[in-house]
Every structure is written in structure tokens, then in C-alpha cells.
């Protein structure tokens, strides 16, 4: 063999990328599907994050309207019933995240499985198991990426609008900006961690699928 | 003048393991494919074409028996080395075209360029050259769901000549074909066969790509059953079809 060789096939990243946000697009009913669960599950974690940070802010405002209306709630104490609360929505966050990540886990290895043809072809004119990895590590945390923006959207606005039902105006006065933005981070983080550990199996399965695949004309 | 050795096999025999059962899909292949030739392989279903393909491409390895492209016993070569092999030396034409559903005419064959390091521009330019050069030049842009079969094939026709292969294996490209737009694809392989020597070596059990071969192999249940040139062909196809073409 020419010495070409070892110099090839590192695709440019920017191929896979348009390869992954195209394919996203072309399946987009499916890819909504799994978004939904991430969206979900972040808007939760959002939503729950956020309102612990209300809650914790407007403890330590010295308001003495705010304080009587947290008295009434029999919220102005860490009491039992506030940190069981708390844990039990943490248990759930957890597992919503966990069955989130199944989700995405499942769906993309049925993407895989029916793109059997298209994988083999592109082993088949060159490609090598790290572009069919990278191919589907993109398209899952494209999905992740979009999905968790939305969901922590969504959870913002949820927590505010329960934030101002039960606490009223004080919630935008005294918002905790900084609290929020922390969970805005680390929800970010989680899903897109997700995104990206749930498609690894799958892809791991892409890039191991032979070329002569793309020969199979039955099934 | 010497003609040289592109695809050489010895003695390739290929086990399929069915659970408990095991199929012998070949029985021990050998042969010879001259450089700038095209090379029609015949047989029924089931006779082990596709599976002859899988090894002369590089894409399964038999169990036992050697194949060489180039005097490179493919069974050597690493996983890169492969990869190069299928990306510049190898074109493949499948059954069912096989085209990227989500990338234009134009994308699908600049992927192999692309896959082989060129630039975007030169790739671009030089993919729609080729699609020129098969006839659908005013196609470019078009997603396979928005071509006949027939143009499918003709874009997997130009995907194959991207990288300038030695080979162009093609496994019944007419398969899905009606008669005439075939035709129309073996043509099509036959003028780049003759533009720009790459060698054509097609599965088929179609007579009608008889014409176009300069030796035509048949095989029967794993076996080489015989291998007739162009000449003998011609009286032969007078036989088959009832006409001379
Ligand atoms: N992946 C496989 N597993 C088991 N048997 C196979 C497989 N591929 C092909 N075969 C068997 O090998 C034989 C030859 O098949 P194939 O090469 O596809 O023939 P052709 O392409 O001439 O129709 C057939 O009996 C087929 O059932
Ligand atoms: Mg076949």
C-alpha cells in the first residue's frame, strides 16, 4: 500500500456535523420524540432548582410582607416536611433523568439498526469506525443540546409562574439571578452528558457494523 | 502486450455459519481480472456472486484462500489500510443504489473525495464534472427520493468514479432496473470502462450485460463453471438471445 495511507480519513469534523444536523432533520419526528424526553426531564430539574432558589432567597429577604407570607405558608423554616419535599423531588429528578437517558439510549439504536445501508455504504466508499462514531455522538448531543435549551426554558418559566402564584411580585423582586443561572449551567451539563453517554453504545454498534451490510438487498 | 493482473483469487472459499448449519457459499475460486477489462460474472440467485463481490472488494474476508488487488494480499491489511483501499482503489455499485438519503446528488459523490482528504472546492468541482459526465448535469441538487432509479444509479455510478478507482465492482446493478434504463446504466459502465480503463467487474444474471464483456465467468453453486471471452461470446449470445448485438 502507498504511504498515503496513514495521512487519510480523519473526515473533517465539519462533514460530520452537517452529516449529524441533516440527518436530524430528515428524521425530525423521531428526533422530537426523544427530545421531548430530555426537555422534559431538564424542565424538571429546572424547575425544581429554581424553586429551592426562591424559596432559599426570599428566607433571607428582610421584607417584613414577604416573611409573614412565608410564615403562612409555614415555609419560613427548614422544617421536616420542606427537606423531605426537597429529597423526594431529587429522587425523582434522578430517576426522570435516568429514563431520559434510556430513552435517548433505545432510540438511538434504532436509528442505527435501520441505517444499516447507509452505514455500510459509507464504510464502503472509505469511511472508517471513527467517523461513523463521530457521526452519531453529534447527532445525540445536537438532540441533547436542543432539547436541554428548551427544557431549562421551559423550567424557568414554570418555577416563575408557580413562584409568583404562591410568594406573588416579590419573586421577580428579589429574584436569586445568580442561583438560577448555576442551575441553568449545571442542567446544560447534565443533559448534554447525557445525551452523549446514552448515544455510545449505539454508536459504538454503527461503527462495528461491516461494510458488506450495505450488499444485504433482503430484510 | 502483457496484460496485467488487477484482482487475482486462489483457491477462496467462504463458510457461512447458519447457527448448527454451514452454508459453503464458495467452494474454492480461482481467478484472474486483467487490468482495463469488464468482466461480467453470471450465476442464478443463490450461486455465491455476492459473496465472491464481498471478498474481491475487501469487504468480508474468506475462510480460507487468498485475494489480491495490486499483489496486495488483502488479508494483510490493517484497518486503515482497508479503508484507503475501499475509499481510492474500489468503487462499489450496489443493487439498491445505496445513496446517502440526506445528501443532494452533488454531496454523494463528493463524499468518497471527501472521505480521501480533497478539498471541499476541488470535490465540489470535480463531483459536478462526473455527474456531468453521466448525464445529469442539471440534477445536482437533487435528494435521492427526488430521482428515478435509473438517476440513483447513475449518481452511484459517479460516486464510484470519484477517487479515480482501479475497480468498479458492481453486485446486479441493474437489479432494480426495468429493461431499458439497464441498459442505459451498463452502457454507462461500459463508456467509463473505455473513457478511463478503470476495470468493470459485474454480477448479473442478466444476458443483457453479455454484450458489453470482454469475458464473461460463470459460476454455479460456489464453483467456477466456466469463463468465455468476447469472441466465443458472440456466437454464444446469438444462442441466448435468438440476435446478434
Ligand atoms: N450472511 C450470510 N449468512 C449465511 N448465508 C449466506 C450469507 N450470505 C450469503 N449466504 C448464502 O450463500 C450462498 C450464496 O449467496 P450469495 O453470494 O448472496 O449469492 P448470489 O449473490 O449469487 O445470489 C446462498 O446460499 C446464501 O444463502
Ligand atoms: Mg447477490
Known sequence: MPKEVGQQIVLPLSKAIELSAKSIRVRLGRSLITMSGIILAIAFLMSIGTSNAVLDKLRHVDD?????????????????????????????????????????????LMSVTERFREIGTMKCLG??????????????????????????????????????????????KYFPWL??????????????????????????????????????VDR | MARQTVVRTEDVRKVYQMGAVEVEALKGITLEVYAGEYI????????????????????????SGRVYIDEVDVAQLDAYELAWLRCRKIGYIFQ????????????????PMIFARMTSDDARE????????????????????????????????????????????????????????????????????????????????????LSVSDRVLWIRDGRVERIVNREELQIEVGKIDGRTE
Not at chain 2, 96 to 111: D, G, H, Q, R
Not at chain 2, 151 to 162: D, E, F, I, L, T
Request: proline share 4%.
Open chain 2, 40 to 63: 461480467s460474472i453470471m450465476g442464478p440467485s443463490g450461486s455465491g456472486k455476492t459473496t465472491l463481490f464481498n471478498m474481491i472488494g475487501g469487504l468480508d474476508k474468506p475462510t
Open chain 1, 64 to 108: 417584613p410582607r414577604v416573611q409573614s407570607v412565608l410564615q403562612a405558608k409555614g415555609l419560613d423554616l427548614d422544617s421536616e416536611a420542606v427537606h423531605e419535599e426537597r429529597a423526594r423531588n431529587t429522587w425523582l429528578v434522578v430517576l426522570s433523568l435516568l429514563v431520559c437517558l434510556v430513552g435517548i439510549w433505545n432510540s438511538m
Open chain 2, 96 to 111: 439498491t443504489f445505496n445513496l446517502i438519503p440526506v445528501m443532494s446528488a452533488l454531496e454523494n459523490v463528493m463524499l
Open chain 1, 179 to 216: 442561583a438560577v443561572l448555576r442551575w441553568g449551567g449545571l442542567s446544560l451539563l447534565i443533559g448534554s452528558v447525557i445525551s452523549v453517554v446514552a448515544a455510545i453504545y449505539p454508536a459504538y454498534v454503527a461503527a462495528k457494523m461491516e461494510p458488506v451490510e450495505a450488499m444485504r
Open chain 2, 126 to 209: 470535480k463531483a459536478a464534472a462526473l455527474l456531468e459526465r453521466v448525464g445529469l448535469g442539471d440534477r445536482l441538487l437533487h435528494k435521492p427520493y427526488e430521482l428515478s432509479g435509473g438517476q440513483q444509479q447513475r449518481v452511484a455510478v459517479a460516486r464510484a468514479m470519484a477517487n479515480d478507482p482501479a475497480i468498479i465492482l458492481a453486485d446486479e446493478p441493474t437489479g432494480n432496473l426495468d429493461l431499458k434504463t439497464g441498459t442505459e446504466i451498463i452502457e454507462l459502465l461500459k463508456q467509463m470502462n473505455e473513457e478511463s480503463g478503470v476495470t468493470i467487474i459485474s454480477a448479473t444474471h442478466d444476458h443483457k450485460m
Open chain 1, 127 to 172: 469511511a472508517l469506525d471513527s467517523f461513523i462514531i463521530k457521526i452519531f455522538l453529534l447527532e445525540s448531543s445536537f438532540q441533547g443540546v436542543v432539547g436541554t435549551l428548551v427544557g431549562i426554558s421551559l423550567g424557568l418559566l414554570l418555577s416563575v409562574v408557580m413562584g409568583l402564584g404562591s410568594y406573588g411580585s416579590a419573586v421577580l
